[in-house]
């Protein structure tokens, strides 16, 4: 693997985040440059560098994450009006960092389709 991505850094507490979530297996914190009122990325500790590179053996964590952003969403009191998770993956899809994350975006009316 490469060097250590910039999500693996905040995992390991060398660079700082605002935390929402974490427990043995993610982490969420608040984006650093927020597209929403609320946007909170969800990130599993294990390094999966984009979904298409995901794996059968990585399907007990993907179901944990997808749990986790509605226990976030309910957590942060936002549930009820409603919000839309995204996955960049690639350069068409507007990924940046190379380590699997969910945003969580809320607080604010979203267009459809997306830019
Ligand atoms: P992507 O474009 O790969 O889907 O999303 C990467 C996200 O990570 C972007 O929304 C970007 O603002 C966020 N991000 C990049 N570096 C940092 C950082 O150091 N801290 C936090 N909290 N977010 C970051």
């Known amino acids: 693997m490469s ?8 995992i390991e507490r060398e660079i700082p985040c605002s ?3 974490e427990d043995e297996h993610c982490i969420a914190f608040h984006d650093i440059e927020p597209q929403a009122p609320v946007h909170i990325l969800l990130v599993p500790k294990k390094r999966i560098n984009r979904i298409e590179k995901a794996t059968a053996e990585d399907q007990t964590l993907l179901g944990h994450l997808m749990l986790k952003v509605g226990e976030i969403a309910r957590q942060e009191q936002f549930a009820e009006r409603g919000f839309r998770t995204v996955i960049n993956n690639g350069e068409n899809g507007g990924e940046t960092v190379p380590h699997l994350h969910i945003h969580i975006l809320a607080e604010r009316k979203l267009q459809w389709p997306p830019g």
């Open 19 to 21: 935390l929402v979530y």
């Open 3 to 10: 060097e250590k991505s910039i999500f693996e850094r905040i």
